[in-house]
């Protein structure tokens, strides 16, 4: 019988933690800033649960929108003014950013310490030598999953479909350091990665993040592999109300009846995701207060 691995129940247990560690601060609570640049509608969506679970957990949350017509100098002047307050532990720059905003010139303003994405190439550097830093959220989640549930990444396979900065490498980075609960030896695979299949199949551990609905079908998976899926697609349902629906990037059903373990999407590695980024903020209070090695 397939397991599940159900995010939505790790990253609740992640959140009641916070909230029982939250409720014994006395004075500040933790502070996260979070910035929207513009109209898009999921990233309303995003931020929208973001600051709904700061409220949940006693996070205080500072929402700041810009419009989609604002300017780089404008966001950098808002970022090193949050860089600068003492009420704020992080900054979330809601990402994408407008087609004229240099993305990594934006996030590269945010101070390191209150980075809590995880995204400044200072603690992108720290995370790849192993050093304590914001570890990004995503691949973090998926850490927390497989710790969760038991399942040690030391000495298998892991294969990672998609090398973006904010998953694919990242995850690489985590699952390889030589520590409790990683240990792996990994593959990362992009869209040039010749013979796919031949290297899916060989995974203890495969990590589908590459954005294509219900791509990584039973064929490429060996038997009895966990298999983690990270993508979030939507794609037209007509049989549904709302004539849509969430699919992964693997095809959920038919991979179940191979792997032994499974995230399914929703529910998977997408609530873990905001769970991450309280849990960073947490600890970024903390290094408010004392530096990051007596934590
Ligand atoms: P990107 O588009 O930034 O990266 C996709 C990666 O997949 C690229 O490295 C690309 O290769 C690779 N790729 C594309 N096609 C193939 C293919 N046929 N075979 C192998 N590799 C391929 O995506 P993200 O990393 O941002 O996101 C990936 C998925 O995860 C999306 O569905 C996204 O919605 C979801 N996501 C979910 C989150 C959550 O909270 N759960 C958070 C972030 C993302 P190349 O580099 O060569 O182009």
Request: charged share 20%; proline share 5%; net charge negative.
């Amino acid at each position: 019988m397939t397991k599940q691995l159900l995010g939505k129940e790790v990253s609740a247990s992640i959140r009641a933690e916070l909230k029982t560690e939250i409720d014994t601060f006395t004075g500040r609570k933790p502070g996260l800033a979070v910035i929207l640049v513009g109209e898009n509608p999921a990233s309303k969506v995003y931020v929208g649960m973001k600051k709904k679970t700061c409220a949940d957990l006693g996070i205080e949350s500072f929402e700041h929108i810009l419009s989609q017509d604002a300017t780089e100098d404008e966001l950098v002047a808002l970022l090193n003014g949050l860089n600068a307050d003492d009420a704020v532990d992080g900054i979330l720059l809601q990402l994408p950013l407008p087609s004229h905003m240099d993305e990594d010139k934006m996030l590269n303003t945010i101070s390191p310490e209150k980075d809590v994405d995880g995204f400044h190439p200072q603690n992108v550097g720290k995370l790849l030598q192993g050093q304590r830093t914001f570890k990004s959220c995503t691949p973090y989640g998926v850490m927390e999953i497989l710790k969760f549930y038991d399942i040690d990444p030391a000495g298998k396979h892991v294969v990672i479909l998609g090398r973006s900065n904010i998953v694919g490498k990242p995850l690489a980075a985590m699952m390889v350091q030589k520590e409790s609960g990683a240990n792996a030896t990994v593959t990362i695979c992009h869209s040039r990665t010749q013979n796919l299949e031949s290297i899916t199949k060989q995974a203890d551990i495969l990590v589908a993040a590459i954005g294509i609905p219900e791509y990584v079908t039973a064929s490429m998976v060996k038997e009895g592999a966990v298999v983690v899926d990270v993508g979030i697609n939507r794609v037209d349902a007509p049989e549904t109300e709302k004539g849509s629906k969430l699919v992964g990037d693997v095809a959920y059903d038919e991979v179940s009846s191979v792997a032994s373990a499974i995230t399914p999407v929703p529910g998977g590695v997408g609530p873990m995701t905001i769970a991450m980024l309280m849990k960073n903020t947490v600890t970024a209070f903390k290094e408010h207060q004392a530096p990051l090695d007596s934590i």
